[in-house]
Nanobody, 116 residues
Framework: QVQLVESGGGLVQPGGSLRLSCAAS????????MSWYRQAPGKERELVAR????????NYADSMKGRFTISRDNSKNTVYLQMNSLNAEDTAVYYC?????????WGQGTQVTVSS
């Protein structure tokens, strides 16, 4: 049974930091590209960051560059998203995604709220 379980979301003040985790099971984690997406109220889901399998190449949405860092630990079947300098526009549900060719899995999401 495939599972992607996100954790680490919550309420944080503007300028603060959070670290999201996504624990994977039920598939060969190291073979999959892993991504974080987010969806704010009333908006479409958007890509935040992606890390490839193999060499772990990363790419980020422009608004996240320099503030967010995606990483993975294949020994723990876990992908992380370190988020710094958070602002209100980062408030959203953050989703973990695993993809290998046309096979794709999603987590249930974790809420991140940036507010004073």
């Amino acid at each position: 049974q495939v599972q992607l379980v996100e954790s680490g979301g919550g309420l944080v003040q503007p300028g603060g930091s959070l670290r999201l985790s996504c624990a994977a099971s039920g598939f060969t984690f190291s073979s999959y590209a892993m991504s974080w997406y987010r969806q704010a109220p009333g908006k479409e889901r958007e890509l935040v960051a992606r890390i490839s399998n193999g060499r772990g190449s990363t790419n980020y949405a422009d608004s996240m560059k320099g503030r967010f860092t995606i990483s993975r630990d294949n020994s723990k079947n876990t992908v992380y998203l370190q988020m710094n300098s958070l602002n209100a526009e980062d408030t959203a549900v953050y989703y973990c995604n695993a993809k290998w060719f046309r096979i794709e899995y999603w987590g249930q999401g974790t809420q991140v709220t940036v507010s004073s």
